[in-house]
């Protein structure tokens, strides 16, 4: 099987080279990490388009100020499964209610279920 | 027989009128909003005075702002006038009731905007006469002059609604305080999560370049304690915007800051948001660490510049910035032993390049020259990192 394709969207670089690490630690392969809601919209704007170019993604929420919610509706308008890391307990995320929801910091656990169950929904 | 009836009727419409001004100051007292306050005074002033209209006017800065009306017709509901061209305004400015029995022979009244309306004669109230905040004006359709028994009843009650608006503002500021107190700590916790999050990645990522546990316990102690100075500037400006030569001078601290001889710094003031000071300190704190291990700082001449500048950007787009103007931050070491291209990519490396520049939309280098190393970091300005608009001393 190949390496799942993952994209990052994350405003603290810091926490994104954790991300990357611990996901190509667990055999993915990093399509691409933004730091900013446009860069990630930029991006899918090809690799939304069929067949993906991607397996899944890991999506901060609150995005240097700005809600990542666009690009979860673009993934989803894909067909591409993600989930949200942050460190809002509780957050507005209507229409998102059913996306899994991983806590900062990051159960690297819990991280490694979430990617497996891309490969399952994909 | 007759007087005596009379005296009888009077003392029932004093009774009747005593009556309405406890259910005033009860309503009144049940109140928690200025609108409300307005609602109770506009329909009981004009039951206690038996005007056709009634006014309650609040004080707003230089201006009487007509708040709320209950009158036979339209009167000034909604509209602002300058203290001194307006009645209440007069009232509230002396501290005194003033009754007018013919306001077209009364100059204090500014006939042009009484003259739409049915008013003929009025009497206007301050609420709290040592130090007005309101007033509570009775109007009247047929010329007259109002009782003394309607102006003390309306003088009662503009005192009762003194204490309703004090109230009512102390509930607003209590609600807001409220409200601030819950959005705080909604703040903290994120902030402590996001902050724990930065630590679980330096462990993780110092863990995965340190050959031995020591090595392990020393480099990420000492990014902990980066991340601690850091903090503790942010706190010293209560998380808003921090100067970026005041993050250099932290980042430096434990080299004595840029009192130390050896280091040059030069550049404009700049404003940074809280996250990118973080971010940035932690850049410019492995620099340091890397100089004081390999670099400049290893030697008693070295030198280490740092200089930053806004620079115009020709925009092709090409550096990450695009067009605009954009931050250029350089970091040059010099004097130190000659530098060599480390063999592998370690996290302070992975950091420098890729930290602070991801984090605002730049780009950094890292150059390996043999006379010393240097970075160079280039961001576009945004709302995370401007010029400071009050200029700054350089040193």
């Given at each position: 099987?190949?390496?799942?394709?993952?994209?990052?969207?994350?405003?603290?670089?810091?926490?994104?080279?954790m991300v990357?690490d611990?996901?190509?630690?667990i055999?993915?392969?990093?399509?691409?990490?933004?730091?900013?809601v446009d860069?990630a919209l930029?991006?899918?704007?090809d690799a939304?388009?069929p067949?993906p170019?991607?397996?899944?993604?890991v999506?901060d929420v609150?995005?240097?100020?700005?809600?990542?919610?666009?690009v979860a509706?673009?993934?989803r308008a894909?067909?591409i499964?993600?989930?949200?890391?942050?460190?809002?307990?509780?957050?507005p995320?209507k229409?998102?209610e059913?996306?899994?929801?991983?806590?900062k910091?990051?159960?690297?656990?819990?991280l490694?279920?979430a990617?497996?169950g891309?490969?399952?929904?994909a | 027989?007759?007087?005596?009836a009379?005296?009888?009727?009077?003392?029932?419409?004093?009774?009747?009128?005593?009556?309405?001004?406890?259910?005033?100051?009860?309503a009144?007292s049940?109140?928690r909003?200025?609108?409300?306050?307005?609602?109770v005074?506009?329909?009981?002033?004009?039951?206690m005075?038996?005007?056709?209209?009634?006014?309650?006017v609040?004080?707003?800065?230089?201006?009487?702002?007509?708040?709320?009306?209950?009158?036979?017709?339209?009167m000034?509901?909604?509209?602002r006038?300058?203290?001194?061209?307006c009645?209440?305004?007069?009232a509230?400015?002396?501290?005194?009731?003033?009754v007018?029995?013919?306001?077209?022979?009364d100059?204090?009244i500014?006939?042009?905007?009484?003259?739409?309306?049915?008013?003929?004669?009025?009497?206007?109230?301050?609420?709290?006469p040592?130090?007005?905040i309101?007033?509570?004006?009775?109007?009247w359709a047929v010329?007259?002059?109002?009782?003394?028994?309607?102006?003390i009843?309306?003088e009662a009650m503009a005192?009762?609604?003194?204490a309703?608006?004090e109230?009512?503002?102390l509930?607003?500021?209590?609600?807001e305080?409220?409200?601030r107190r819950?959005?705080?700590l909604?703040?903290?916790?994120h902030?402590?999560?996001?902050?724990?999050?930065?630590?679980?990645?330096i462990a993780r990522q110092?863990l995965?370049?340190?050959?031995t546990?020591?090595?392990?316990a020393?480099?990420?102690?000492s990014r902990?304690?980066?991340l601690s100075?850091?903090?503790?500037?942010l706190?010293?400006?209560?998380?808003?915007?921090?100067?970026l030569?005041d993050?250099?001078?932290a980042?430096?601290?434990?080299?004595?800051?840029?009192?130390?001889?050896?280091?040059?710094a030069?550049g404009?003031a700049i404003a940074?948001?809280a996250?990118?000071?973080?971010?940035?300190?932690?850049?410019?704190h492995?620099?340091?660490v890397?100089?004081?291990?390999?670099?400049?700082?290893?030697?008693?001449?070295?030198?280490?510049?740092?200089?930053w500048?806004?620079e115009e950007v020709?925009?092709?787009?090409?550096?990450g910035g695009?067009a605009?103007?954009?931050?250029?931050?350089?970091w040059?070491e010099?004097g130190?032993?000659?530098?060599?291209?480390?063999?592998?990519?370690?996290?302070?490396?992975k950091?420098l390049e890729r930290?602070?520049?991801?984090?605002?939309?730049?780009e950094?280098?890292?150059?390996?020259?043999?006379?010393?190393?240097?970075?160079a970091?280039?961001?576009?300005?945004s709302?995370?990192?401007a010029?400071a608009?009050?200029?700054?001393a350089?040193?």
């Amino acid at each position: 099987m190949t390496a799942p394709r993952i994209m990052i969207v994350e405003d603290e670089a810091l926490v994104a080279l954790m991300v990357e690490d611990l996901l190509t630690d667990i055999g993915c392969r990093i399509s691409g990490s933004f730091g900013a809601v446009d860069e990630a919209l930029d991006y899918l704007k090809d690799a939304a388009a069929p067949p993906p170019a991607l397996d899944g993604a890991v999506l901060d929420v609150n995005v240097g100020g700005t809600m990542v919610f666009p690009v979860a509706e673009r993934l989803r308008a894909a067909g591409i499964p993600f989930v949200f890391a942050t460190g809002y307990g509780a957050l507005p995320r209507k229409g998102f209610e059913d996306v899994l929801v991983l806590n900062k910091p990051i159960d690297p656990v819990l991280l490694e279920g979430a990617v497996k169950g891309f490969g399952q929904a994909a | 027989m007759l007087n005596v009836a009379n005296a009888e009727r009077s003392e029932q419409a004093d009774h009747a009128a005593l009556i309405t001004l406890v259910e005033t100051i009860e309503a009144l007292s049940a109140t928690r909003t200025i609108e409300e306050v307005a609602a109770v005074v506009r329909s009981a002033a004009r039951r206690m005075s038996g005007a056709d209209g009634v006014c309650f006017v609040l004080r707003d800065g230089d201006q009487c702002w007509y708040l709320d009306e209950d009158a036979i017709g339209p009167m000034w509901k909604g509209q602002r006038f300058p203290m001194s061209a307006c009645i209440s305004g007069w009232a509230m400015l002396h501290g005194q009731t003033v009754v007018v029995p013919d306001i077209y022979a009364d100059d204090r009244i500014p006939h042009d905007a009484y003259r739409p309306t049915f008013v003929k004669s009025l009497v206007m109230t301050p609420v709290r006469p040592k130090d007005p905040i309101a007033a509570i004006g009775a109007y009247w359709a047929v010329g007259q002059t109002p009782s003394p028994d309607t102006v003390i009843r309306l003088e009662a009650m503009a005192r009762a609604t003194a204490a309703a608006i004090e109230n009512a503002r102390l509930y607003a500021s209590l609600n807001e305080a409220l409200e601030r107190r819950t959005f705080l700590l909604r703040e903290l916790d994120h902030r402590v999560k996001n902050t724990l999050a930065s630590v679980q990645s330096i462990a993780r990522q110092t863990l995965r370049a340190a050959p031995t546990p020591t090595d392990f316990a020393e480099s990420f102690e000492s990014r902990l304690m980066g991340l601690s100075r850091a903090h503790e500037l942010l706190t010293r400006q209560a998380w808003g915007r921090t100067d970026l030569r005041d993050v250099l001078e932290a980042a430096l601290q434990p080299f004595g800051g840029l009192a130390d001889p050896r280091f040059t710094a030069r550049g404009p003031a700049i404003a940074l948001t809280a996250e990118t000071a973080v971010a940035l300190h932690m850049t410019l704190h492995e620099l340091m660490v890397n100089a004081a291990k390999h670099g400049a700082l290893t030697s008693a001449s070295g030198q280490v510049t740092v200089v930053w500048r806004i620079e115009e950007v020709e925009g092709d787009g090409e550096g990450g910035g695009g067009a605009g103007p954009s931050l250029v931050l350089e970091w040059v070491e010099r004097g130190g032993p000659p530098v060599f291209v480390p063999k592998r990519q370690g996290f302070g490396t992975k950091l420098l390049e890729r930290g602070v520049a991801r984090d605002l939309g730049g780009e950094a280098r890292l150059t390996y020259q043999p006379k010393g190393l240097s970075y160079a970091l280039r961001a576009p300005l945004s709302d995370r990192i401007a010029a400071a608009t009050a200029p700054r001393a350089l040193a």
